[in-house]
């Protein structure tokens, strides 16, 4: 790929301020956005058998069918439930697994909280897995790593986002990490069911390999100090056929780490104009992804 410039020339921008959702500084105060806490974290029954969620569990399903397989197990519906889109029983008898009515309070109880929409799956389902080669060796396209992010909704309302942008896949750090198991899945309305993901020990160290197995890569790092996301593309020529792209987004409460920083080819931040001056780590996910991808499919 060409580019307008080898590299930016411009010194590594500073690493004391995340992009997404991180410290800020206000009237001599450093403020952060409220950390999760570790019931956010392990809401709901993360367990690899146990799914939720109407639009979550019909992914799945859909899924399962699309690769022509049969899972076992049995997908339990509340007494409550009238609506018949979409329709159970027919999901149920392609993917090869019985369904039946069942109490809504059983449903919470397997679920974990109330949350579960009267629908829940008994049953184990693989997430499809990036791998670490496919990343390495791609030629194109843009992937999103997620730091230590802590929250399961914001994970699932990025891997929404991601699936809807055409971003090839997911990366994950194994640690302080929200599981990815049914909260996640649910707050991805099931785009967790279709998105690869790759989970790795840690960012830094995948991004130091990166460099030197595909050191075309362009590694797009948020933070809230850098210059805007537009002024550092207008640097590159991006289209379809651009080396690949990937984004990286901190944690809720303390953003990139230092060695995180330091080895992306680059900053990034979004315009801000109001008194709060960080935006929520999903929301900066999408405004960022949204932003390079339409250059990469142009």
Known sequence: MSKKTSRYSGNKHSPSKSFSAGPTERAGKRFFDKKPSTQTKASGNDSPDIWFGRHAVEQILTNVISQGKNITGRLLISRKDQKDDPDWENLCRQAGILSEKTEFSQLSQMAGHDGHQGILLNSIFKMPVL??????????GLFIALEELEDPGNVGAIARTSLGLGVRGLVFTRHRSAALGATAMKASSGALAWLPVLT???IPGLLLELSRKNPDTIILGADVNA????????????HAGSPPVILVLGSEGHGLSRLTTERCTETVSLPQ??????YNVAASAAMLAYTISRRLIS
Request: glycine share 10%; aromatic share 6%; hydrophobic share 30%.
């Open 131 to 140: 791998e670490k080669d496919e990343l390495f060796e791609s030629q194109s």
């Open 200 to 202: 790795v020990g840690g």
């Open 227 to 238: 210059p805007d996301v537009e002024e550092i593309l207008s640097r590159y020529i991006l």
């Open 273 to 278: 104009n109001g008194p709060i001056t960080s």
